[in-house]
């Protein structure tokens, strides 16, 4: 079953950088004998798709419940989502998000830690708490008849987290060694130098949402509960519920999940977008001796975006770098074999976030893997995408759309995805209808305004290649992305 | 005690993966799994051909062959494969292990003829469409995959020094799958069109069209375009050769060192084959040892001692004999030495003391990714052609999953006993690197 397959079974394709969204024959010469396979098929029309809108179920004293019934597999999915996660991390103190995260699955309720665990494992059921930039959740499947009883341990995780001293002195070593492992770790090295570059450590998106080891350190207990107590709250909080459940079953079990969550004090603000970042300096490396390739990750700022150009972005990018024909992949790899994958895109945040295209290349080639990353990125910006390569990537945001609501699970993070940055449950229905009206030009506009050819380029490789890759200033940062004096 | 009695009640959900089957006279096997809820279509076409297969210094070489698939016949050039499926909405990947090579496109369901059709043209027409340039370029590709996601990726040295510690040399599996830069080096367009003339044909595939189809029209369909194609040679496999551990890995512990912050002890040995008697005992054993908080080794090692940051276990389960590979990673100030103890008195002490309720909690794992594992078609389609390909019984998923269901502690010690032996296994270190 799906648990035997050993990971990493070599496959074809693993981009580095996947996106959120996602004629002729050739006839030999001579008189040529019949083709039993036939020419190429002609494809009927598709079959047009809109992304499903969930139910709002309003009750008093209750989160707004977003429901999606879907009877195809006997599985529920239950996510409670709260729009503060990693950027509501005070300064210094980087890591409090996930990390209160992390506690609340060490014990709550009647329940320490292991006893936790064990209840939800004996439901077949998977309970985990995460954070994100913008977001925490408590995310729960399990299959349809133990609805109920997880239901109450989700309601104990969410609303009556333990937070014992034990548990937090466990945790807190673990999680920082874990943070010093990620320092070798070639594409994390880049992600977090790249975001500390664009934004610096103490804005909201400039610093890792796990953390760093120092910062983690510096995290207390006091700080776990005080943000627990702050954020995890039922009147910020959306529940969303898909699967095998009917709205009646949905109306009788949700006040269960919020009985006596409330806790004291005023409501947090809702949160708003932050400004777009400066732009960055042109070059900073990281060194790892010996490398034997080079990580290329070019960053720019990303701006606010009106829904009509968030479309067009989006399209764009899976023109430059979603797909395996994307501009990016079909030099660097198909044409030139400098890399396994290359790739691009602009993540979803609440506020402007950043645009990104990346390949981890051979260290021999480096130099004109460089030159034609850039030079790709260069033309990209000044012609925009061929109106073939528009149809392409509206057909694959369409084919996404239809994959993406195919799961239980998937369905139910989308939707908590879309609830925590304030979106209605109908925004992907609304950003499909905004994909079909992006024209040329409009495409030709997002295409420029990228901004990843004058951009970022966070090299993370051997010295000597560096050196020899790059002319002009280059800023040079640790692992952790903290600066590092010239020698 | 509650919490046992409720999940011993709970009904197990029922299961089935019902399907349309046919073969045609050329020896291509076909499965047509209907789901029309969503206007998606899932084509998996997997022929049994792996790194098992290769021939002696030419390790890696079907995985690298699996990449020479995608580059073009004369009827749909270099390019167009990914151009013309892509500018539709559809996508397409591959893998390859030991055993097996999968090819699988996804799309709406009206690509189904655009998806059929170029694999039917790749199977009658890749192998005489190679030339040195489509070679070189996807050497490169693959040697880059090897740099990516094993030489500069932490740990991933594993993957290299594990089979030959697992299994003999003149184990088909004795070499990793992505294969040695030597070999993939020395790998000729000659190579290329005798593998593909010995393995590619249709009577060593097997094809698996799901989602929203009608049985009748994919049928008439596959007929048209792979029924003319010749049945080529008929491949024979060897049998499983003898399972004895190489006696240098039983004896010395192996040591490599690699980019990584703390040492990793790695303990391996040979298990039971894919759907052989213990193999899904083995692979409750994996989820009571570290699947999860409360899982032994997990409670032991990371959450009581605490020695480890880290901890997994899996039985990787092969048509000609599996691994069971148990790891821990140390904490900051545990050294491999005091690790490995620690991890191997851990682990007897797990299966001495496994009970009921930790067998049952893993049960009710396995059967919640029986679910989870067959939501979307392209799943559906990838299990029916591992069901085709071993046991040979598409009907099977309800059988598979009740191998789990009747296991009890008593039979999964039983197993593990007898697996983990004394001095049966295989032992790796990864240390980190000297500081430079």
């Given at each position: 079953?799906?648990?035997?397959?050993?990971?990493?079974?070599?496959?074809?394709?693993?981009p580095l950088a996947v996106l959120a969204?996602?004629?002729?024959?050739?006839?030999?010469?001579?008189?040529?004998?019949?083709?039993?396979?036939?020419?190429?098929?002609?494809?009927?029309?598709?079959?047009?798709?809109?992304?499903?809108?969930?139910?709002?179920?309003?009750?008093?004293?209750?989160?707004?419940?977003?429901?999606?019934?879907?009877?195809?597999?006997?599985?529920?999915?239950?996510?409670?989502?709260?729009?503060?996660?990693?950027?509501?991390?005070?300064?210094?103190?980087?890591?409090?998000?996930?990390?209160?995260?992390?506690?609340?699955?060490?014990?709550?309720?009647?329940?320490?830690?292991?006893?936790?665990?064990?209840?939800?494992?004996?439901?077949?059921?998977?309970?985990?708490?995460?954070?994100?930039?913008?977001?925490?959740?408590?995310?729960?499947?399990?299959?349809?008849?133990?609805?109920?009883?997880?239901?109450?341990?989700?309601?104990?995780?969410?609303?009556?987290?333990?937070?014992?001293?034990?548990?937090?002195?466990?945790?807190?070593?673990?999680?920082?060694?874990?943070?010093?492992?990620?320092?070798?770790?070639v594409g994390a090295v880049a992600d977090r130098v790249a975001d500390v570059c664009l934004f610096?450590?103490?804005?909201?998106y400039g610093?890792?949402?796990?953390?760093?080891?120092?910062?983690?350190?510096?995290?207390?207990?006091?700080?776990?509960?005080?943000?627990?107590?702050?954020?995890?709250?039922?009147?910020?909080?959306?529940?969303?519920?898909?699967?095998?459940?009917?709205?009646?079953?949905?109306?009788?079990?949700?006040?269960?999940?919020?009985?006596?969550?409330?806790?004291?004090?005023?409501?947090?603000?809702?949160?708003?977008?932050?400004?777009p970042a400066p732009p960055g300096p042109p070059v900073v490396a990281v060194?790892r001796?010996?490398s034997?390739q080079t990580m290329l990750l070019l960053v720019a700022p990303g701006q606010?975006?009106?829904?009509?150009?968030?479309?067009?972005q989006?399209?764009v990018h899976l023109v430059l770098g979603g797909m395996?024909?994307s501009r990016l992949n079909l030099k660097l790899r198909?044409?030139k074999?400098y890399t396994y994958g290359a790739g691009s895109g602009a993540p979803?945040?609440?506020?402007p976030y950043r645009q990104e295209a990346s390949a981890a290349v051979q260290a021999?080639v480096t130099v004109a893997a460089i030159a034609d990353l850039r030079g790709e990125l260069a033309r990209f910006a000044a012609d925009g995408?061929?109106?073939?390569?528009?149809?392409?990537?509206?057909?694959?945001?369409?084919?996404?759309?239809?994959?993406?609501?195919?799961?239980?699970?998937?369905?139910?993070?989308?939707?908590?995805?879309?609830?925590?940055?304030?979106?209605?449950?109908?925004?992907?229905?609304?950003?499909?209808?905004?994909?079909?009206?992006?024209?040329?030009?409009?495409?030709?506009?997002a295409a420029a305004a990228l901004g990843l050819e004058r951009g970022t380029l966070v090299i993370v490789g051997?010295?000597?290649t560096i050196?020899?890759a790059v002319t002009g200033p280059i800023e040079r940062r640790?692992?952790?992305g903290?600066?590092?004096?010239?020698? | 005690?509650?919490?046992?009695?409720?999940?011993?009640?709970?009904?197990?959900?029922?299961?089935?993966?019902?399907?349309?089957?046919?073969?045609?006279?050329?020896?291509?096997?076909?499965?047509?799994?209907?789901?029309?809820?969503?206007?998606?279509?899932?084509?998996?076409?997997?022929?049994?051909?792996?790194?098992?297969?290769?021939?002696?210094?030419?390790?890696?070489?079907?995985?690298?062959?699996?990449?020479?698939?995608?580059?073009?016949?004369?009827?749909?050039?270099?390019?167009?494969?990914?151009?013309?499926?892509?500018?539709?909405?559809?996508?397409?990947?591959?893998?390859?292990?030991?055993?097996?090579?999968?090819?699988?496109?996804?799309?709406?369901?009206?690509?189904?003829?655009?998806?059929?059709?170029?694999?039917?043209?790749?199977?009658?027409?890749?192998?005489?469409?190679?030339?040195?340039?489509?070679?070189?370029?996807?050497?490169?590709?693959?040697?880059?995959?090897?740099?990516q996601?094993?030489?500069?990726?932490?740990?991933?040295?594993?993957?290299?020094?594990?089979?030959?510690?697992?299994?003999?040399?003149?184990?088909?599996?004795?070499?990793?799958?992505?294969?040695?830069?030597?070999?993939?080096?020395?790998?000729?367009?000659?190579?290329?069109?005798?593998?593909?003339?010995?393995?590619?044909?249709?009577?060593?595939?097997?094809?698996?069209?799901?989602?929203?189809?009608?049985?009748?029209?994919?049928?008439?369909?596959?007929?048209?375009?792979?029924?003319?194609?010749?049945?080529?040679?008929?491949?024979?496999?060897?049998?499983?050769?003898?399972?004895?551990?190489?006696?240098?890995?039983?004896?010395?512990?192996?040591?490599?060192?690699?980019?990584?912050?703390?040492?990793?002890?790695?303990?391996?040995?040979?298990?039971?084959?894919?759907?052989?008697?213990?193999?899904?005992?083995?692979?409750?054993?994996?989820?009571?040892?570290?699947?999860?908080?409360?899982?032994?080794?997990?409670?032991?090692?990371?959450?009581?001692?605490?020695?480890?940051?880290?901890?997994?276990?899996?039985?990787?389960?092969?048509?000609?004999?599996?691994?069971?590979?148990?790891?821990?990673?140390?904490?900051?100030?545990?050294?491999?030495?005091?690790?490995?103890?620690?991890?191997?008195?851990?682990?007897?002490?797990?299966?001495?003391?496994?009970?009921?309720?930790?067998?049952?909690?893993?049960?009710?794992?396995?059967?919640?990714?029986?679910?989870?594992?067959?939501?979307?078609?392209?799943?559906?389609?990838?299990?029916?052609?591992?069901?085709?390909?071993?046991?040979?019984?598409?009907?099977?998923?309800?059988?598979?999953?009740?191998?789990?269901?009747?296991?009890?502690?008593?039979?999964?010690?039983?197993?593990?006993?007898?697996?983990?032996?004394?001095?049966?296994?295989?032992?790796?270190?990864?240390?980190?690197?000297?500081?430079?």
């Amino acid at each position: 079953m799906t648990s035997k397959k050993k990971p990493a079974s070599p496959g074809r394709w693993w981009p580095l950088a996947v996106l959120a969204v996602l004629i002729t024959l050739a006839v030999g010469c001579g008189a040529p004998p019949v083709d039993r396979l036939g020419p190429r098929p002609t494809l009927a029309p598709p079959t047009a798709y809109t992304p499903p809108v969930p139910t709002v179920i309003a009750l008093p004293r209750v989160p707004p419940i977003w429901h999606l019934q879907r009877a195809s597999v006997p599985l529920v999915s239950v996510v409670v989502v709260v729009p503060y996660g990693a950027a509501a991390d005070p300064p210094g103190k980087a890591g409090l998000a996930a990390l209160t995260a992390e506690m609340m699955e060490q014990g709550a309720g009647p329940r320490g830690a292991l006893a936790l665990g064990r209840a939800v494992e004996r439901l077949g059921a998977t309970m985990t708490v995460t954070a994100g930039a913008d977001a925490s959740r408590v995310s729960l499947t399990v299959l349809a008849d133990r609805l109920e009883p997880a239901l109450a341990l989700l309601a104990d995780v969410v609303a009556r987290p333990r937070f014992e001293p034990a548990e937090w002195a466990r945790t807190q070593p673990v999680w920082i060694d874990g943070l010093r492992s990620l320092a070798y770790d070639v594409g994390a090295v880049a992600d977090r130098v790249a975001d500390v570059c664009l934004f610096g450590l103490d804005h909201p998106y400039g610093h890792p949402i796990d953390g760093l080891p120092a910062t983690v350190s510096a995290v207390t207990l006091a700080d776990v509960k005080a943000f627990h107590a702050r954020y995890w709250r039922p009147e910020r909080a959306t529940v969303v519920v898909v699967g095998a459940v009917d709205e009646t079953t949905v109306r009788r079990l949700a006040p269960s999940l919020v009985l006596q969550w409330a806790g004291p004090g005023e409501s947090p603000p809702w949160p708003t977008a932050t400004a777009p970042a400066p732009p960055g300096p042109p070059v900073v490396a990281v060194e790892r001796p010996d490398s034997p390739q080079t990580m290329l990750l070019l960053v720019a700022p990303g701006q606010a975006l009106s829904a009509e150009a968030q479309a067009a972005q989006d399209l764009v990018h899976l023109v430059l770098g979603g797909m395996f024909t994307s501009r990016l992949n079909l030099k660097l790899r198909e044409e030139k074999g400098y890399t396994y994958g290359a790739g691009s895109g602009a993540p979803h945040l609440r506020g402007p976030y950043r645009q990104e295209a990346s390949a981890a290349v051979q260290a021999e080639v480096t130099v004109a893997a460089i030159a034609d990353l850039r030079g790709e990125l260069a033309r990209f910006a000044a012609d925009g995408p061929t109106p073939a390569e528009l149809e392409k990537a509206r057909a694959a945001a369409r084919a996404a759309d239809v994959e993406i609501y195919e799961g239980v699970e998937a369905t139910a993070s989308r939707l908590a995805g879309l609830a925590a940055l304030g979106l209605p449950p109908d925004a992907d229905a609304q950003a499909a209808r905004a994909r079909e009206q992006v024209d040329a030009a409009a495409a030709r506009r997002a295409a420029a305004a990228l901004g990843l050819e004058r951009g970022t380029l966070v090299i993370v490789g051997d010295a000597p290649t560096i050196q020899a890759a790059v002319t002009g200033p280059i800023e040079r940062r640790d692992a952790e992305g903290a600066l590092v004096s010239e020698r | 005690m509650a919490g046992l009695l409720l999940a011993a009640l709970l009904a197990a959900p029922p299961i089935a993966l019902p399907h349309h089957a046919f073969r045609l006279d050329n020896g291509l096997q076909v499965l047509v799994h209907v789901d029309a809820r969503l206007p998606l279509v899932a084509v998996d076409l997997s022929y049994r051909v792996g790194s098992a297969d290769e021939p002696p210094g030419r390790t890696g070489f079907a995985h690298l062959f699996e990449h020479l698939m995608f580059m073009g016949t004369a009827r749909a050039p270099r390019g167009a494969f990914d151009a013309w499926m892509e500018a539709e909405g559809a996508w397409n990947n591959a893998w390859t292990s030991e055993d097996r090579t999968d090819y699988y496109a996804v799309g709406p369901a009206h690509t189904l003829p655009l998806l059929l059709w170029l694999e039917a043209d790749r199977m009658a027409a890749l192998g005489g469409q190679i030339d040195a340039a489509k070679l070189d370029l996807q050497r490169d590709v693959v040697r880059n995959e090897r740099r990516q996601n094993v030489e500069n990726t932490p740990y991933g040295l594993v993957d290299l020094h594990l089979p030959a510690l697992v299994f003999p040399p003149d184990h088909p599996y004795h070499h990793p799958v992505i294969g040695s830069h030597e070999d993939l080096q020395a790998a000729t367009v000659a190579d290329v069109q005798a593998f593909f003339q010995d393995w590619y044909g249709p009577a060593n595939a097997t094809l698996v069209v799901a989602g929203a189809v009608e049985p009748a029209a994919v049928e008439a369909l596959v007929r048209q375009q792979f029924g003319w194609i010749p049945r080529g040679r008929a491949p024979v496999r060897p049998p499983a050769p003898r399972r004895a551990l190489p006696a240098a890995a039983v004896t010395t512990p192996r040591t490599v060192t690699d980019r990584v912050d703390q040492p990793r002890v790695i303990l391996a040995w040979p298990s039971p084959a894919e759907f052989a008697e213990g193999d899904a005992a083995m692979d409750v054993l994996s989820a009571i040892l570290a699947n999860g908080k409360s899982s032994r080794l997990h409670q032991a090692l990371v959450y009581g001692r605490p020695v480890a940051q880290d901890v997994y276990a899996g039985q990787w389960s092969r048509r000609l004999g599996s691994q069971f590979v148990v790891w821990a990673t140390a904490r900051a100030g545990t050294d491999a030495d005091a690790l490995e103890a620690a991890l191997r008195e851990a682990l007897a002490a797990a299966i001495e003391r496994l009970d009921e309720d930790d067998v049952q909690r893993a049960v009710r794992a396995f059967e919640r990714t029986f679910v989870t594992g067959l939501e979307s078609v392209s799943d559906r389609a990838a299990q029916l052609n591992a069901y085709l390909a071993a046991p040979g019984d598409p009907d099977y998923v309800a059988r598979d999953l009740a191998r789990y269901q009747g296991l009890n502690a008593a039979r999964v010690r039983e197993v593990a006993q007898a697996v983990l032996r004394p001095g049966a296994g295989a032992t790796l270190r990864v240390l980190p690197e000297a500081s430079r």
